[in-house]
């Protein structure tokens, strides 16, 4: 007889209750859409500074193609680290399961990328469909960040303290991807 097979997408409440290879596995994910959120926010914040005469379909593009670099970036990077680590390519299930985990984490521009719809269809400004786009990208860094910091054993005034100083931090990162961008 067969055990039944765990949900890819744990429920955070359940996550004690993972091996540490699925513990492994979900942070590898949360990673991978923390990478492709501050690089989306970065081109996000840097087309809203430069919005006149932008279009929702060059916004659009130009935050498919970071998100898509992004993720193709951290695949390789994976690729290469396991080639390095183990001295040969991943085999097959172990492959699937990079290119999962990377590919998993363009959901995260999937609302900024509605909000631009929104604009081409003439519902919205850009400016809004961008602002919209920031609003959404930084709740996601909120909640990851509060997920995180919840699940530590730290006294309440410790875990806000750790939430104000990776908000500090996410801040930091944020500014060095826009002077980049500048």
């Known amino acids: 007889m067969s055990q039944p097979r765990r949900p890819s997408h744990p429920d955070l409440s359940a996550l004690g209750e993972l091996t540490e290879d699925e513990k492994e596995n979900f942070a590898e994910r949360l990673r991978e859409r923390v990478y492709v959120t501050f690089a989306a926010l970065a081109v996000i914040l840097t087309l809203l500074a430069h919005a006149h005469g932008l279009t929702a379909g060059t916004a659009a593009g130009s935050l498919t193609i970071t998100a898509v670099g992004t993720v193709a970036a951290a695949w390789l990077a994976e690729l290469i680290a ?101």
């Not at 990079?98 to 519902?123: D, E, H, K, Q, Y």
């Open 82 to 182: 396991h080639l390095a680590a183990h001295g040969g390519f991943p085999d097959r299930k172990h492959l699937g399961a990079m290119t999962r985990t990377s590919g998993s984490a363009l959901v995260t521009i999937v609302f900024p990328l509605l909000a631009l719809l929104a604009a081409g269809i003439g519902w919205w400004e850009v400016t809004t469909a961008l602002r919209v786009g920031v609003g959404v990208l930084i709740g996601t860094l909120v909640v990851i960040a509060w997920l995180g910091v919840r699940r530590t054993a730290l006294p309440w005034p410790a875990r806000i303290l750790a939430l104000g100083m990776l908000a500090a931090l996410a801040v930091g990162v944020v500014a060095l991807k826009l002077l980049a961008h500048a």
